[in-house]
């Protein structure tokens, strides 16, 4: 009988979790509810990568802020040379 008790609560407890369980994600962006929207997301996404090309100070800044935490070695001078490789410099050219 005491096992059957066991086997009863263990599928009670586990038919209410699943019964509980949402299989849809959800989040949200407190504060920033906009930048949900994808086509916000992708002209922000497109102005942070015009600002990395024409921006000499902005460029600067987004190295430093991430890269500077980087202290594993020789890997500070990758993440730095990663901006010139997906990001190529536009302001020299002229």
Same mark, same amino acid.
């Given at each position: 009988?005491?096992?059957?008790?066991? !086997?009863?609560?263990? %599928?009670? #407890?586990?038919?209410? /979790?699943? &019964?509980?369980?949402?299989?849809?994600?959800?989040? =949200? /962006? +407190?504060?920033?509810? &906009? +930048?949900?929207? @994808?086509? #916000?997301?992708?002209?922000? =996404?497109? +102005?942070?990568? &015009?600002?990395?090309? #024409? =921006?000499? $100070?902005? $460029? $600067?800044? +987004?190295? *430093?802020?991430?890269? &500077? !935490? !980087?202290? *594993? @070695?020789?890997?500070?001078?990758?993440?730095?040379? =990663?901006?010139?490789?997906?990001? @190529? #410099? %536009?302001? $020299?050219?002229?």
């Amino acid at each position: 009988m005491r096992k059957f008790a066991a !086997i009863v609560f263990a %599928l009670l #407890v586990a038919g209410f /979790v699943v &019964h509980n369980a949402n299989a849809q994600m959800s989040y =949200s /962006v +407190r504060g920033y509810g &906009h +930048r949900a929207d @994808p086509q #916000v997301n992708n002209y922000l =996404s497109a +102005r942070y990568d &015009h600002l990395l090309q #024409v =921006s000499p $100070r902005f $460029r $600067r800044f +987004r190295m *430093w802020k991430e890269c &500077h !935490i !980087i202290t *594993w @070695p020789g890997l500070r001078p990758e993440c730095i040379a =990663s901006f010139d490789q997906y990001e @190529p #410099v %536009l302001y $020299r050219a002229y």
